[in-house]
């Protein structure tokens, strides 16, 4: 076990410092912006995916029996949830004659911020490997985002064309998501809800979406897009390792549990405890928790031009 002592940070022992840098400000939660969140009471979740429902009806001619119908049963998609932990060790000597500043405190809120980067990390993983046909493959057999998700109707395609944002790329993500069908194969209500990009998209998808006029344009042609509203909100993230990937959220991340959801098994917790043999205090950190996006039709998305 490594103990943090007065040698680790020896400059703080001695008079003279005028100002120590180091803690920054953080951002606020990132993923806490398009994912769900539920508590969980158990050591896993398991969900019922792919259930087709009834088809159409048949013409019945007369005094002809009715046609019969048959629902069935999809995939079974379970997540297990992990444990996350970090702890430091401080000597008694290290605590008592810093100078400066309260050694526990400080590392109780770095303990505090490592929880957070780490959900930040474990919430991005699903779209960091969305497009990964070998570590991103799911109980499907394919990944995330894919052209062939397999379902009683047949394939079904969630991919958006590979390209950088622009209008008729927007314009075409509305498009395909108001055809997105059910596993029956029978159009549903589905919208787009959120736009989620890297910063450095930002700018031009403020271009895009902030005028009332066609952006980019010498016409006089309304911004369809900002007019009707087909673009809810934008959520720009810094942690998503392809810049140039567009993610799209549709109304199916409203229903419970079916798009991107964060399951806390047990909350964040930090302990403090003591070691009365070399008198070294301990702190310590532990949370649980998984991620699911069990329905794939709750997002769709572009790797952008660069894939």
Known sequence: ????????????????????????????????????????????EEFLTERAGLGLAYQQPELAPVNFDMTSDGARQQVTHC?????????????DDNLYEDVSARLA??????ARRTEEYIAHAPLQLAFDTVLGNR?????????????PAGLMDNTLVAQDI????????????????????????ARLKRVIISPESGPECRRILGSPLQPNSQSNNINVLRVTGAIPEVLET???IDKDATFMQTSEQDTPMAGLTWF????????????????????????????????????????????
């Open 139 to 151: 109980f499907d057999g394919v990944p995330l985002i894919s052209s062939a998700h397999p379902t």
């Open 166 to 189: 622009s209008e008729l790329f927007f314009e075409d993500a509305v498009i395909r998501i108001s055809y997105m069908r059910n596993p029956r194969g029978h159009i549903i209500n």
């Open 109 to 114: 809120r770095e303990l505090n911020l490592a």
């Open 238 to 240: 810094p942690f998503l």
């Open 1 to 44: 076990m490594q103990v943090i002592d007065r040698s680790t940070h020896a400059s703080e022992y001695w008079p003279g410092i005028r100002a120590i840098f180091g803690e920054y400000e953080n951002l606020d939660a990132v993923y806490k912006g398009f994912y769900g969140t539920e508590t969980s009471e158990k050591a896993f």
């Open 83 to 95: 444990a996350y932990g970090l702890a430091v060790a401080i000597s008694r000597e290290a605590k």
């Open 264 to 307: 806390e098994r047990s909350g964040y917790e930090v302990r403090e405890d003591s070691n009365w043999s070399n008198q070294a205090s301990l702190l310590a950190m532990w949370f649980r928790g998984s991620t699911a996006c069990p329905d794939w039709r709750a997002i769709y998305a572009s790797p952008g031009s660069g894939a």
